[in-house]
Nanobody, 126 residues
């Protein structure tokens, strides 16, 4: 069983920063890539960012480009999401997810991710 454990959420004022972490543990699995999704109340889960594990190539939703940075620690099987210039509309539960297979596309499609964390709340006050 693979477990994804997120940490780092919390309450921050608009313009502030937060860093989320997600560590994968459990049985060895072929980590193709990891990503972050978020879901606000009454809204569908949406893609935020992803990183391809083999070479660190990153993908971002347009809404977070230039503000959020995803990175990985290959040895620790851990992914991070540095969130800067936070806005109230970034308020959501943030979920970490992991992919074990390709294709090397569809990074924003949650159905391609086989493992999910429990989520961590991020609240940005105005």
């Amino acid at each position: 069983q693979v477990q994804l454990v997120e940490s780092g959420g919390g309450l921050v004022q608009a313009g502030g920063s937060l860093r989320l972490s997600c560590a994968a543990s459990g049985r060895t699995f072929r980590n193709y890539g990891m990503g972050w999704f978020r879901q606000a109340p009454g809204r569908e889960r949406e893609f935020v960012a992803a990183v391809r594990w083999s070479d660190g190539y990153t993908y971002y939703a347009d809404s977070v480009k230039g503000r959020f940075t995803i990175s990985r620690d290959y040895a620790k099987n851990t992914v991070y999401l540095q969130m800067n210039s936070l806005k109230p509309e970034d308020t959501a539960v943030y979920y970490c997810a992991a992919r074990t297979t390709g294709p090397s596309s569809g990074w924003g499609n949650p159905s391609l991710y086989g493992y999910w964390g429990q989520g961590t709340q991020v609240t940005v006050s105005s």
